[in-house]
């Protein structure tokens, strides 16, 4: 679930910043630079050649190769980002079907809440469609903003996906439309080899996130109600830890024997053992503790507090917060590059994108995903982001 949509009180609508005449959709803007901001969209689609209408240079940001992929819900369509140089590559759309008799006119109807990612395959979930929509990342074209997709029907209002350790699942939080104690919720489990929903898993109470043990025999889901966990052999569940604290983001550690769950009323980490799924810690953090990343090694949790503006940094040895970062613009979701050394944080209301250095917590450069200047993001609602160590495909250079 994302953190606009947290309240329970109904979904906000957003509608698409374009103009849409005919079967064309229009988008002009003027690229700005802020402190510490690299390469940003000059401009959206230019629909007349398929491209961006400008391409700017990278500047002080420099990272691993690879791909950021940030689902911008409040624009219907996810940013590919150069991790590099902090280039931002293409804005694409995503859960826009064609409509049927008319060429070129595409439903802006979707809303895309998170992100996930597989190898080389994005998964998407289209909360504004009801489905899921997923699409292969290799085959991305900058010059082509509207990708081929898979769509596949789910539940009412999918608010998280996440897959499984061997890309053989694709399980979906339903969230339902959050009206009262009676409305829909639950989860599908998609089989990716077939792309069909195998099995749907009801919920006594809205699920918000889902992660998988290393292994991938167990899924745990947070929900309004508590902590659920899930053998997926059977699709059945296997314990519940009620309470919690309205919890939201849950992380396992990478020997599995650990689950970190953000206690979002309370303002702390709750550190669950798996084996016996008993709180054994609570580490106090911000306000409002939502996304959370874990390094490689397991031995560093980053959780982000946007109602604090800060994202608190703790050492799981002693679980301890070893520092604060402050970072202003509500962060709420957040990765780690593939070899751990940057952390990629999203703002949900500023809509900018910040890199930190993790071996010494600095900013090493930031991206407004807006790209008019500081209030431009307002809308865009940045809602996940996931970083991997594949390229995403660029444009040819036209040598001007």
Same mark, same amino acid.
Request: proline residues 8%.
């Given at each position: 679930?994302?953190?606009?949509?947290?309240?329970?009180?109904?979904?906000?609508?957003?509608?698409?910043?374009?103009?849409?005449?005919?079967?064309?959709?229009?988008?002009?803007?003027?690229?700005?630079?802020?402190?510490?901001?690299?390469?940003?969209?000059?401009?959206?689609?230019?629909?007349?050649?398929?491209?961006?209408?400008?391409?700017?240079?990278?500047?002080?940001?420099?990272?691993?190769?690879?791909?950021?992929?940030?689902?911008?819900?409040?624009?219907?369509?996810?940013?590919?980002?150069?991790?590099?140089?902090?280039?931002?590559?293409?804005?694409?759309?995503?859960?826009?079907?064609?409509?049927?008799?008319?060429?070129?006119?595409?439903?802006?109807?979707?809303?895309?809440?998170?992100?996930?990612?597989?190898?080389?395959?994005?998964?998407?979930?289209?909360?504004?469609?009801?489905?899921?929509?997923?699409?292969?990342?290799?085959?991305?074209?900058?010059?082509?903003?509207?990708?081929?997709?898979?769509?596949?029907?789910?539940?009412?209002?999918?608010?998280?996906?996440?897959?499984?350790?061997?890309?053989?699942?694709?399980?979906?939080?339903?969230?339902?439309?959050?009206?009262?104690?009676?409305?829909?919720?639950?989860?599908?489990?998609?089989?990716?080899?077939?792309?069909?929903?195998?099995?749907?898993?009801?919920?006594?109470?809205?699920?918000?996130?889902?992660?998988?043990?290393?292994?991938?025999?167990?899924?745990?889901?947070?929900?309004?109600?508590?902590?659920?966990?899930?053998?997926?052999?059977?699709?059945?569940?296997?314990?519940?830890?009620?309470?919690?604290?309205?919890?939201?983001?849950?992380?396992?550690?990478?020997?599995?024997?650990?689950?970190?769950?953000?206690?979002?009323?309370?303002?702390?980490?709750? %550190? /669950? #053992?798996?084996?016996?799924?008993? $709180? !054994?810690?609570? +580490? @106090?953090?911000?306000?409002? *503790?939502?996304?959370? =990343? &874990?390094?490689?090694?397991?031995?560093?949790?980053?959780?982000?507090?946007?109602?604090?503006?800060?994202?608190? %940094? /703790? #050492?799981?040895?002693?679980?301890? $917060? !070893?520092?604060? +970062? @402050?970072?202003?613009?509500? *962060?709420?979701?957040? =990765? &780690?590059?593939?070899?751990?050394?940057?952390?990629?944080?999203?703002?949900?209301?500023?809509?900018?994108?910040? %890199?930190? #250095?993790?071996?010494?917590?600095?900013?090493?450069?930031?991206?407004?995903?807006?790209?008019?200047?500081?209030?431009?993001?307002?809308?865009?609602?940045?809602?996940?982001?996931?970083?991997?160590?594949?390229?995403?495909?660029?444009?040819?250079?036209?040598?001007?």
């Amino acid at each position: 679930m994302s953190l606009h949509d947290s309240s329970g009180a109904g979904r906000p609508r957003t509608t698409r910043r374009a103009l849409i005449a005919g079967s064309a959709a229009v988008l002009v803007a003027a690229g700005t630079t802020v402190a510490l901001t690299v390469g940003h969209p000059a401009a959206r689609h230019d629909v007349a050649t398929g491209s961006k209408a400008a391409r700017l240079t990278s500047s002080s940001c420099s990272g691993p190769a690879g791909a950021a992929y940030v689902a911008t819900a409040g624009y219907q369509a996810f940013d590919a980002i150069d991790t590099a140089n902090c280039e931002y590559i293409q804005n694409y759309n995503v859960g826009d079907p064609q409509v049927p008799g008319f060429s070129g006119d595409y439903d802006y109807s979707s809303e895309d809440e998170a992100v996930a990612i597989h190898g080389d395959t994005l998964y998407f979930a289209d909360t504004g469609d009801d489905m899921v929509s997923i699409i292969n990342a290799a085959t991305l074209n900058p010059n082509n903003f509207n990708p081929t997709e898979t769509d596949i029907n789910v539940g009412i209002n999918p608010d998280d996906v996440a897959v499984s350790p061997d890309g053989s699942q694709l399980w979906v939080a339903d969230t339902g439309p959050q009206t009262g104690p009676g409305s829909p919720t639950d989860i599908k489990v998609i089989s990716l080899a077939t792309d069909t929903v195998t099995a749907t898993v009801p919920l006594p109470s809205a699920p918000a996130e889902i992660a998988f043990s290393p292994s991938g025999g167990t899924a745990y889901v947070t929900t309004a109600a508590g902590l659920w966990s899930f053998n997926t052999a059977n699709d059945q569940v296997s314990g519940v830890i009620p309470g919690l604290g309205d919890p939201h983001g849950v992380v396992v550690s990478p020997d599995g024997a650990t689950v970190y769950v953000t206690n979002t009323a309370d303002g702390v980490v709750e %550190v /669950i #053992d798996a084996a016996t799924d008993r $709180v !054994t810690h609570t +580490i @106090p953090v911000g306000q409002l *503790p939502w996304g959370e =990343a &874990l390094s490689k090694d397991g031995g560093t949790l980053y959780v982000a507090d946007p109602d604090s503006d800060g994202i608190s %940094v /703790i #050492d799981t040895t002693n679980n301890s $917060v !070893t520092t604060t +970062i @402050p970072l202003a613009g509500g *962060p709420d979701v957040l =990765a &780690l590059t593939p070899d751990g050394t940057q952390l990629w944080v999203t703002g949900i209301t500023s809509a900018i994108l910040t %890199v930190f #250095d993790t071996s010494d917590n600095s900013s090493v450069g930031s991206l407004n995903l807006g790209g008019f200047g500081p209030q431009s993001g307002a809308g865009l609602g940045p809602t996940g982001i996931v970083l991997t160590s594949t390229p995403t495909p660029t444009a040819p250079s036209t040598g001007s």
